[in-house]
């Protein structure tokens, strides 16, 4: 069964530190992972999507790295603002003919002045 | 070029009422995708549709909920004779023609449904 999973569930931190957000999945074959951002009260957006060749990639403050092999990915959030408080979604899609992505449940962010 | 629309924002229904919620994908997606998500709770598929078609509606209950995605106007998702657990954000992504897999699913604001 396809799943994603992710750490922490949430997480509080203060305004210009940085922060890990983890993704562990079960998906296979793998295709793609996406990192969303979910304000509240809104629709989520794509930060960065990551295929297998794929280890590192950047979106201005958020850098996603992906290990393939253990099935792990990270979304790492430098000098965190006030503005990056928001769930952050960890979205896989397999290569094998479903059209659906599995999501993961979020990490909730809090970011403190 | 406008996102996705989903109209109404907030609704309110009483049980047993039906409760329409609207879905107009972004220009040039023909593919839209309904979500549904509780209070602390992650997107749970419902259902897969492209034009006047059904794709897939594997997450969709088998009663009282019903989708489509008419040849012309905006996909509808339609839940009949609501009860209180129905009550969450609903939320319509829309994506073009599939391009190796690595489509992007551009998510609408989402409707907030609450049942009394």
């Known amino acids: 069964k396809n799943q994603v999973e992710q750490s922490p569930q949430s997480l509080i931190i203060l305004e210009g530190k940085n922060c890990t957000l983890q993704?562990?999945?079960?998906?296979?074959?793998?295709?793609?992972l996406r990192w969303y951002k979910q304000d509240t009260g809104r629709g989520p957006v794509s930060l960065t999507i990551?295929?297998?060749?794929?280890n590192t990639k950047s979106n201005g403050r958020y850098t996603a790295t992906l290990d393939a092999d253990t099935k792990q990915s990270s979304l790492h959030i430098t000098a965190s603002q006030l503005s990056d408080s928001a769930s952050y979604i960890c979205?896989?899609?397999?290569?094998?003919?479903?059209?659906?992505?599995?999501f993961g449940r979020g990490t909730s962010l809090i970011v403190h002045p | 070029n406008a996102g996705v629309m989903q109209n109404p924002r907030h609704l309110v229904r009483r049980r047993g009422q039906e409760a329409r919620l609207r879905c107009s994908p972004m220009?040039?997606?023909?593919?839209v995708y309904w979500y549904r998500q509780l209070p602390e709770e992650g997107l749970k598929f419902m259902v897969y549709?492209?034009?006047?078609?059904?794709?897939?509606e594997s997450g969709m209950p088998k009663e009282r909920f019903s989708a489509e995605f008419p040849k012309e106007g905006p996909s509808i998702l339609r839940i009949q004779q609501v009860v209180r657990g129905d009550s969450a954000a609903y939320f319509c992504?829309?994506?073009?023609?599939?391009?190796?897999?690595?489509?992007?699913?551009?998510f609408g604001p989402g409707t907030r449904l609450t049942v009394l």
């Open positions: 992504a829309s994506s073009p023609l599939l391009a190796g897999g690595r489509d992007e699913q551009f």
């Open positions: 993704c562990n999945y079960t998906v296979s074959p793998f295709s793609n």
């Open positions: 990551m295929t297998f060749s794929e």
């Open positions: 979205v896989v899609r397999s290569s094998g003919g479903s059209y659906i992505p599995t």
């Open positions: 220009k040039g997606h023909s593919h």
């Open positions: 549709l492209q034009k006047e078609n059904i794709i897939d």
